[in-house]
């Protein structure tokens, strides 16, 4: 009795609405087909914490930076001013000032040579020459002449010229000037020369500034004994171009 009843039930699920089938058929296909499990995913090293992300922005919306960024290589940075700068110099005080050095004027050495030049009777013209030492340039700032002809006679010209390379670079010409006669033999009288301020340059080397002074010729010139005048250079010394 009971068997028959369980057919009959069975019977009506399988007459019963296609939607009731479908589903009494899909179950039994679900427990008939094998499952598969997902597959395991790679476990990641310590350094990937995640995915690669790669961010593109244009250069009015640039990506913000925080912290400390080390650049390697030698990149071209383009660094714009903002505001106003201060800059100083550490260290500068009165008690520790920074170092300054003209680089338009080199290390002086001061010069000054005084030579003595002697008319003899016959000499209408008399020369000096001043050495400039090796390595060295000399500019010339003054040039005096003091001295005494005997009366009658005069002191015509004075000049002074420097050479460069073995070549006259320069001449200068100053007019003497008579102050008078002295109450001594022969009333010599008195010429002097200066130049006030002056440059002129002269290189190392023998002779290489000379100068020269010139009488006027009188009849019986061999008779007058010999007269002196002193002649003062005056100027500094800087180290010659290399």
Known sequence: MNNEKSFKNLLSLVTAAPTVRMAILTAALALAIPQQLP?????QSPQQSGPSVTVV???AN???VVGTISIGGAPTVNAQQSGS???GIAGNSATNPLQVHDVDHASRTSYAQTKKLTFNGPD???LGNFDVPDGK?????SFSVFGKLPSGNKLVASSINAFQGGEQFGTQHYPPVFTGNTEETFEPGVF???SGKMHLEAVAGN??????????????LSTIPPFSFEVDVTGYLVDAPQ
């Open 85 to 87: 700068w201060n800059v």
């Open 39 to 43: 597959a395991q995913q790679p476990q």
């Open 137 to 141: 340039r000399l500019i010339i700032e």
């Open 124 to 126: 209408r013209a008399i």
């Open 207 to 220: 002779g290489t500034v000379t100068v020269r002074l010139e009488r006027d010729h009188i009849i019986g």
């Open 192 to 194: 002097i020369v200066s």
């Open 57 to 59: 922005n244009t250069s």
């Open 62 to 64: 640039p990506v913000p």
